[in-house]
């Protein structure tokens, strides 16, 4: 395990380049420091960017051949696969998440889409023919031979990943744009660094050429500021809150540079009256489900406004049972927040919610029990108007609303009206009412029944959750750029 947790440099133009500092890496379930990680300096960073500039320029990993590519990326997902368990370790360390979430989606899935995602990509051509009429081809005079559309990398990317689920979003980002052909220079959390550090020791494991991925940590936004306006870097993948993707949108204006951006949501988890015994189970995994810290979770429920009262008993017995605390415990449900900042942030939130009229029923404070660890209850508002601040802000805590709806027409206007649209659910037996519903539904997900987020699946958001895709076919194409190449008959 001390290997994940002890490193002495950030890995820059193939190399370890001893840190300018160093930033605690606190446990938020104990409020302890586990280790220090090595911090760069702007000059640092400006080298990171260099090296990807250079590589990239060079061509000596964006023109290699696709296959020696995807042989590569194989090697780093074997080096990724071969830390399984120290990696579920270190996430508990660096984000509190709980034993069954750490070794399942923060640490399973990543290494499923580690290796996946080359594989998908090795399927996809290369270059396709336009589709050109055969008239515009042959018997014009002007006859051309071929029309095709080349998909080549995008360039340098600067990809910046939050601290929820760290290792997964380094991987979605990272793999690939890399498998794509591009140079990377990743900037994690910098309440979470270990997740991407590690990805130094598994490239060079791999023999990824020097310069194609570089990791840089910082304690401020310096260095992130730098990624999203240097003219040499020619992309920005950023997960993490719409308020910090404005800015980021704002600083890559200038030198026009592509941007992939997954913000924050507000999704619902709508529940059609053959449904409603589902209710409880259902609130019950947004809670579960890294403490409610997930971009994606659904945490607006909304139920037919005759079934409401009877709802809300089952959810908020639910919640009361659901044991909070020690993440590495078997039993532990609900684990901490990731700081004590964002702790308090979620406590003005429902004291919010409260005051401008939703009905707590269950939670709303720190656990009684707990006096070390960013931990909250596991919280239940009634909400009646949909303007309450509750119903309306990002949480990222464990805290669900419930409403009632008078009819589908009402329950989509509900829906619809938020300034999101990340991942939306429809809960029903009916598959009829149900696709009907996901076309009315303003949201770059719509899960009916059940969720599939794998690497074939593509993940992003509309309105204010953002643009651009991550995963499946469309992640991987948002890491290329179209050539149009024109084949004709010489003079």
């Not at 960017?49 to 000596?60: L, Y």
């Not at 669900?400 to 659910?425: C, F, P």
Request: charged share 20%.
């Amino acid at each position: 395990m001390s290997d994940l947790l002890s490193y002495d440099g950030n890995f820059i133009d193939g190399t370890w380049v001893p840190g300018t500092g160093s930033l605690g890496v606190e446990n938020p379930a104990t409020e302890q420091i586990v280790t220090e990680a090595p911090v760069a300096d702007l000059a640092q960073f400006d080298a990171a960017i260099g090296a990807a500039h250079r590589s990239f320029e060079a061509g000596v990993w964006a023109r290699m051949p696709v296959r020696e590519r995807v042989e590569t990326m194989g090697r780093l997902a074997e080096g990724l696969a071969s830390r399984r368990s120290e990696l579920v370790e270190m996430t508990i360390e660096e984000t509190g998440s709980t034993k069954m979430i750490a070794e399942w989606a923060q640490v399973g899935m990543a290494l499923d889409q580690a290796r996946e995602l080359p594989e998908l990509f090795a399927t996809l051509p290369e270059w396709e023919h336009n589709e050109l009429p055969l008239s515009l081809l042959v018997g014009s005079g002007k006859d051309v031979m071929a029309s095709i559309r080349r998909y080549e990398a995008a360039g340098v990317v600067a990809a910046i990943t939050p601290y929820n689920f760290p290792l997964q979003t380094n991987v979605w980002k990272v793999v690939s744009a890399l498998v794509a052909g591009c140079s990377v220079v990743l900037r994690p959390s910098p309440l979470t660094p270990l997740g991407a550090l590690v990805f130094g020791t598994v490239a060079q494991e791999a023999g990824l050429p020097d310069g194609v991925l570089n990791v840089v940590v910082e304690e401020g936004s310096e260095g992130a500021e730098l990624l999203t306006t240097d003219p040499r870097v020619d992309m920005v993948s950023f997960t993490g809150s719409t308020d910090v993707g404005r800015m980021i949108a704002a600083q890559a204006a200038p030198t026009l540079k592509r941007l992939c951006l997954e913000l924050g949501g507000k999704s619902v988890q709508l529940y059609l009256p053959d449904a409603v015994d589902r209710v409880a189970a259902g609130a019950c995994l947004v809670m579960g489900s890294h403490a409610g810290q997930g971009c994606v979770v659904q945490g607006r429920v909304l139920v037919p406004q005759e079934s409401l009262d009877q709802v809300v008993e089952q959810v908020a017995a639910a919640a009361a049972s659901l044991p909070v605390g020690d993440p590495r415990d078997p039993s532990t449900m609900v684990g901490p927040l990731i700081t004590g900042a964002q702790r308090d942030r979620v406590q003005a939130l429902v004291d919010e919610g409260v005051a401008a009229g939703g009905r707590l029923v269950a939670g709303g404070k720190r656990p009684d029990a707990l006096d070390k660890g960013y931990f909250f209850e596991p919280t239940v508002l009634v909400v009646d108007d949909n303007s309450n601040p509750v119903a309306q802000r990002e949480v990222f805590g464990p805290v669900v609303t419930i409403q009632g709806y008078r009819d589908l027409d009402h329950a989509v206007a509900i829906a619809n009206d938020t300034e999101y649209g990340l991942s939306n659910g429809i809960y029903t037996n009916d598959l009829n009412a149900g696709l009907d519903l996901a076309g009315r539904l303003r949201s770059g997900t719509v899960q009916l029944n059940r969720a599939a987020a794998n690497s074939y699946t593509p993940a992003g958001g509309v309105k204010q959750s953002g643009y651009g895709r991550e995963r499946g076919v469309a992640g991987l194409r948002e890491f290329q750029e179209i050539k149009h190449v024109v084949l004709a008959p010489g003079a």
